[in-house]
């Protein structure tokens, strides 16, 4: 027998001893690395120091080799528990470090759990802002704090999008307008206060976590949603899927790559074992021409493996 194999019983308990990496499968990509494309990574409510956050890292860096992404945008819940210098080094800069000394750039949005100074710790790229925005290609990113959506913020945000002349705008942040997980559930609010905004601008896509599931939502008014706040946490079985979840996986860590390519939008999500969970392409839509616009893109097909 295989000594990798092998089941050590100890007290009643069977403990199967992680694979190395040379017994890794290899990464199976579905992407198509177009020349000139904008490429990235997605993680959500990541920064738990535990086993399976570095096993999520381990995955990113080996597709990294084959996928070279430019950035990584965080949704928020960075940094779970204590957050000492000691505790940004165990929960980010050691489960993501290959990733960071490849020159890997992370862009970080607040969650409930995290601190609001941590947007001053520089590899978060943050600048001491809140809420802020950048542009990569054809593309223009806006990281809000969904924590405190105030007048300021607000003003900010219909400003940014306004004058954004991107293709696609893309907003990301911490608290989900849809979902259909059980424990935090969707929050209508923070929906009904920022998604007419969202959907007057001809925003493309918005990434949110908090809710510790993969879920991918039929598109809204337009509009491309998806959670994913399992990159470190997880609430096992948690997702209950309706006609409007598109794809979900409720059992493991996971992680998403994205690459836009002209028009279309390309994803792939990618669980702590190198599993794909989901993958597809989605095209740009085209501009909403009234807030009553819906449009349905994709198969319902949920697993949860």
Known sequence: MRRSTFLLLIAGLAITPVLDRGQAPAPQL???????????AIIGDSGTGESEQYQVGEQMARYHEIFPFDFVLMLGDNIYGSKTPADYKRKFEDPYKPLLDGGVKFYASLGNHDDPNSRFYKPFNMDGRRYYSFKKGNAEFFALDSNYMDPDQMTWLA???SESTSAWKICYFHHP???HARFHGADVDLRAKIEPLLIKAGVNLVLTGHQHVYERIKPQ????????????ELRYHDLRPSPDTIKGFDTDRDFMLMEIAGDDLNFQTISRTGETVDAGVLPRQPKPASASHNQSVGVLAYSAR
Do not use: C, D
Request: aromatic share 20%.
């Open 30 to 40: 579905t992407l198509p690395l177009k020349p000139g494309s904008v490429r990235f």
């Open 159 to 161: 400003e940014q999008l």
């Open 177 to 179: 307008f849809y979902t």
């Open 221 to 232: 008014n337009g509009i491309y949603y998806f959670v994913l706040g399992n990159a470190g």
